[in-house]
């Protein structure tokens, strides 16, 4: 378990990947990490501090006690998210390939990381491992009768860190003429639970097909369980919050079922989980109180495909929003990480105002227009002047749309209003003018034409030559003469 110091014995304890033809992508998961995660699933500035603990029974001695974990990090560097969790099982894949778990210090290349996990050979993605290696050598994880000791068969309390030290090199040639790699020592407490068996082997390829973080972990834990039985039921809040890793903060149990949805469908779909009834799924044990069942698919196998050394790993395929940016320029493995580290409305939104700043050849896109799009993800750029978001225009369209549907039923109803009134008048005109007699009807019409109110009429009326416009004129000036009579009679 010693540390080799010199470059030589680096390079003999870590061959490449493309030296070892027939290598499989099986990987290995060390089970403390399954059972309690200690990344977060997803970067989070506002979270200094990740506590997962559960009350249980011991078994030696049947009284209670509560099983804790502590995760703090740097304020630097910040907590591990979930695609640090995928770069430290590349890296614990490498080391098992390159020693076999026989020395804790382990030399690698990143574009072996890089191959292993699928993602794009670009600088963001050299970037990425760099910072994970950073954040890892930065952790302290505070273990209170939660990390299992194989050798000696029981919890232990223990606190240590991840990765003792690192060193990141390019590639470039040592003075010796040699290519220098990069190189880690795990933590001695971590590597002696590598060393010591307790670890399961698991299906990376399947593990990098899991869009979800919560589907990854949930992976991790339920494979770990579902080698002694086929089904279990947890209380349901400890599962989501303590095993998977979802936030507690969400109070409310309908809430946690509806963040667990996604992960639980995935691994349906992928023919892991055995699809259930909700109803059969989560059942309620008490006030407040529920649990959840899942159980793994009667004819569940683990995959064993060998490793195709002569490209990189097939790695999930890329949501509709990171195709969205990998479309704008952003490199595959930026834009997953993007995508993983910020909300989809923010995402969204930063897209829609680098296309109107593409559209408008602004200065600020002319230079580097693939990092202003994911530099204003990250710091969150406020909008330029003039910019009206989609979400804006639809909203200003509806307004618009509603103000010319209000004018447009004003008139409408006006219309309507105005046919019901001259519909009335003609009724109460022609009730009068059939009460009248001949006589009275034709002393009515005398005195119609003889009104100075409705002269204007009269002059049209006497002085039309088809007969038919005449009777229209006259039935106009009658029906405004018996109007007048019968709403002065009110």
Sequence with gaps: ?????????????????????????????????????????????????????????????????LRKVTVTGS????????????????????????????????????????????WADSGQSYARIELSLKRWANVFVLYENAWWEKPRQTYSSKGFGIIDDFEVHDGSASRAGEATRSNIAWNEVFFQSLEAGFVRTIDLKLLLRLRHPSSQQMYRFLGKHFYHTPSLTLDLRTFACEHVGLDRGY??????????????????????????????????????????????????????????????????????????????????????????????????????????????KDKRVSKNPAGYLAESIRKDYAPPRGFESEAQRRERAAALDEQRRKVEDAKRKAVEAQREKEAADQGRIRNYWESLSKAEQERVREDALGSTTLAFLVKRYRAQKDPEQAARTLKTILDGHILHILDSRV
Excluded: C
């Design 1 to 65: 378990m010693g540390l080799p110091g010199n470059a030589e014995e680096l390079r003999e304890a870590s061959p490449t990947i493309e030296s070892i033809p027939d290598e499989r992508l099986l990987g290995k998961d060390e089970m403390n990490l399954a059972e309690f995660p200690i990344t977060l699933l997803a970067d989070r500035k506002d979270v200094s501090i990740i506590i997962r603990e559960v009350p249980t029974r011991d078994e030696q001695t049947g009284s209670m006690i």
């Design 75 to 118: 304020e630097l560097y910040g907590l591990p998210s979930a695609q640090d969790n995928l770069i430290l099982l590349g890296l614990i894949y490498l080391t098992k390939r390159a020693n076999n778990f026989r020395e804790r210090r382990v030399g690698f290349s990143r574009s072996e990381v890089i191959k292993v996990l699928g």
């Design 251 to 360: 109070k409310d149990n309908g809430k946690l079922k509806e963040k667990l949805q996604p992960a639980i469908e995935e691994l349906e779909e992928i023919g892991f989980l055995e699809p259930m009834a909700r109803d059969d799924r989560y059942t309620k044990v008490g006030p407040g109180k529920w649990t959840i069942t899942l159980r793994r698919r009667s004819d569940l196998e683990l995959v064993d495909d060998p490793l195709d050394v002569g490209s990189p790993l097939a790695g999930p395929e890329p949501t509709e929003q990171e195709k969205a940016l990998i479309d704008r320029g952003v490199t595959a493995a930026a834009a997953a990480e993007l995508a993983l580290s910020h909300s989809a409305d923010r995402v969204q939104a930063k897209i829609e105002i680098f296309d109107w700043l593409v559209a408008r």
